[in-house]
């Protein structure tokens, strides 16, 4: 999974946005688009593997630069797994006919709304949880809030924004793979002290 950290921005730009896209032309000169449906399913693919691409980066780019780190604490680690869980859960509900199974009533919508609610909440949580780990490696403990929000709005648009992250996250894990694991920021600290 290390491959998606080692990519260049032009190949995971490819993979996340014009892969899908290509793909789905493809469909369209296979497939007899008379319905509506057909098209709704085509979006949906197109859909599904760009966040497929998008949550994997995000969450590989979290758990990688936080094993010697103190960017985000264990417990919002953890907390970004179970948000993780949430998310396919969410994605299983929109990609599947679970809904036809459940009969309409109001314990059923309400459930539907929650899942909905925390499916976003788990969404702008892995964006934070990104943007204050690149941040973090970049500024050390000079952390602002406003670093934080802007870039997660990098990352939030991450076809545009995926040209600058990706050379942060390239130039960090060449870091992290030369320093073999060990804390990245330790090392940086005694470089500096030595100049």
Do not use: C
Not at 78 to 91: M, Q, S
Not at 138 to 156: A, G, P
């Amino acid at each position: 999974m290390n491959i998606l950290l080692k990519m260049k921005a032009w190949q995971l730009f490819f993979i996340s946005f014009i892969l899908p896209w290509i793909l789905s032309f493809l469909y369209l000169f296979f497939v007899d688009l008379e319905t509506f449906d057909a098209v709704d399913k085509l979006m949906g693919a197109i859909s599904i593997m760009y966040y497929s691409v998008f949550l994997a980066w995000n969450y590989k780019v979290v758990k990688t630069f936080n094993k010697n780190s103190d960017a985000l604490t264990k417990k919002q680690i953890k907390r970004l797994d179970w948000l993780i869980a949430v998310l396919v859960i969410y994605i299983l509900y929109l990609t599947t006919h679970i809904s036809k199974i459940f009969p309409d009533s109001v314990i059923v919508s309400i459930l539907i709304w929650i899942l909905i609610l925390a499916a976003s909440f788990a969404f702008f949580y892995i964006l934070f949880s990104t943007a204050k780990t690149l941040k973090y490696m970049q500024l050390k403990n000079q952390l602002r809030t406003s670093d934080i929000i802007v870039e997660m709005f990098v990352i939030f648009y991450f076809p545009i924004g995926v040209w600058w992250v990706q050379k942060k996250v390239n130039r960090y894990y060449n870091e992290y793979k030369n320093n073999n694991g060990e804390n990245i920021f330790e090392s940086n600290s005694k470089k500096q002290l030595a100049e």
